[in-house]
């Protein structure tokens, strides 16, 4: 130990009971009120694979997977591995003029899972890999405008933002980019007419959007690439969310067999730990922004393919391959969609199971009976969507389950587990599950009863 304060691991220890303080003083108060509301104030002390463990040891299973950057689960050991001998080797990292070796490789396996691309081009996030994908399209195409779709989520940066359909992350922040339309989703020819006027540079769309886990019927992604063909627009497949394995394919657009002319990936390429972004795209476009000696850095930024997130790029591929992970999101997905789908026609609440691989919505709705119809419509009615959180919080406290509400006011779970989920754990979440919606189906009970708890407060303050 070279300074003796300067123990991280040590800190983290000593001062883990202050978190809720340290973030109440000088971080997000609001997200610590959340926590503790919700009863999710436990306190994780570690994560490895697909499990966190709580201060008192208890162990959950994590269907959230950090909003999806845990595809090879937490702290991998090749990553840790391949992180560590990067810091040894002492490496020449972000010199800026000179070319690192690490982002040639990463870029070349990228590739392989995309031979109709030649080009990479790395940020730092998802939202900054959205961004350069505007600027690109807008660039070699001449043209303004860009497309996206209604639910829509492609990040909060600006840019993003502008292509993002969800007032509550817009709502406050004053003008968004112009040039940015809404089509509606799997809607052909609703795309055609805005493409008809060949001044959309780009169409951007999630292959399955992550609000809602919305999959398009078959013919929207192959008519919107031909479509964007016929009127010189470009096709950008947004895989931030759903590429690297999470749908049981490497990329989603694999189950339609289209060939974007940019895909974008982030999440789990870090592996969790290095955040890292990569728009894949052909020679042709790519020419077109870098296209002389005195642009050669006219888009980029200072700690794009930096050592440590390319190493972590390689090492998840790499894990992926060996562990054989694209073919076990394909095969646990189909375990875990079955089992839930089953308990459709037993509980009047759950409505429709649908996704791909591991990137699963269930969906809840209003009933039938008159039993459980009067207590639905007064949570409806106080906060759209409450029911779907008050069934996390059992499957969470009960269960030992983390998953989430798939977006604001939304009536779907969703799971988006490590792509390392075993066999074992999918009985977990079967069960998990089970037992939960069917004491939601229960009046009076435990959840009906928690839900009237947060109205009556909600009611009660606001009065
Ligand atoms: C489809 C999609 N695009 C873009 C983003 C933004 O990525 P980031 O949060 O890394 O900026 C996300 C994040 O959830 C996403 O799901």
Redesign the pocket.
């Known amino acids: 130990m070279l300074y003796p304060n300067l123990d991280v691991s040590e800190m983290f220890v000593e001062r883990q009971a202050q978190r809720g303080a340290m973030h109440t003083r000088h971080l997000n108060e609001q997200l610590v009120r959340v926590l503790k509301t919700i009863g999710y104030d436990v306190g994780f002390q570690r994560g490895t694979g697909q499990y966190l463990f709580d201060r008192d040891g208890a162990r959950y299973l994590d269907l959230l997977s950090g ?1 999806g950057v845990f595809a090879i689960g937490r702290n991998h050991p090749v990553l840790r591995t391949a992180l560590k001998s990067v810091l040894d080797a002492d490496m020449p990292n972000l010199v800026q003029m000179d070319v690192s070796t690490l982002a040639g490789i990463l870029a070349e396996r990228l590739l392989e899972h995309a031979p109709y691309m030649d080009k990479v081009f790395f940020a730092n ?3 900054e890999t ?1 961004e350069a994908a505007m600027k690109f399209a807008r660039n070699a195409t001449g043209r303004n405008e860009i497309l996206y779709c209604d639910h829509a ?4 940066s600006y840019g ?1 933002l502008s292509l993002t359909d969800d007032s509550n992350f817009r709502g406050g922040f004053g003008s968004l980019l112009p040039g940015c339309s809404q089509v509606p989703f799997d809607d052909l020819a609703a795309l055609e007419k805005a493409l008809s006027t060949r001044q959309v540079a780009a169409f951007i769309v ?1 292959p399955i959007q ?1 609000k809602g886990v919305n999959i398009p019927s078959d013919e929207f992604l192959p008519g919107a690439a031909a479509l964007c063909r016929k009127y010189g627009t470009l096709f950008i497949a ?1 895989e ?2 759903t590429g690297l394995g999470r749908t049981g394919k490497f990329l989603a657009i694999e189950h339609w067999n289209v060939e974007p002319d940019m895909v974008l990936l ?2 789990a390429l870090s592996g969790g730990h290095v955040p890292v972004g990569a728009l894949l795209t052909r020679k042709s476009i790519f020419d077109k922004i870098f296209n002389r000696m005195d642009r050669s850095l006219v888009h980029g930024s200072t700690f794009g393919k930096n050592d440590l997130a390319m190493a972590a790029g390689i090492a998840t591929l790499e894990v992926m391959k060996h562990e054989k992970l694209v073919e076990n999101s394909a095969k646990r997905g189909a375990q875990i969609q079955l089992a839930l789908k089953s308990m459709i026609p037993g509980f009047e609440l759950l409505k429709e199971v649908r996704g791909k691989g591991l990137m699963i919505g269930i969906e809840f709705g209003p009933p039938k009976s008159l039993r459980l119809k009067a207590s639905w419509n007064i949570l409806e009615s106080a906060n759209k969507g409450l029911f779907c959180q008050l069934i996390t919080v059992p499957l969470f406290k009960e269960q030992k389950i983390l998953t989430q509400v798939s977006g604001h006011g939304s009536h779907t779970i969703k799971l988006l587990p490590p792509l390392t989920i075993t066999e074992e754990d999918c009985t977990w979440i079967e069960n998990s599950f089970r037992t939960v919606i069917a004491d939601s189906h229960r009046v009076p009970g435990a959840i009906w009863s928690l839900g009237k708890t947060l109205v009556d407060n909600a009611v009660r303050k606001s009065a």
């Open positions: 909003f996030s998802g939202a959205v989520y492609h990040g909060l993003a999630e992550g947004d931030i969310q982030a999440k």
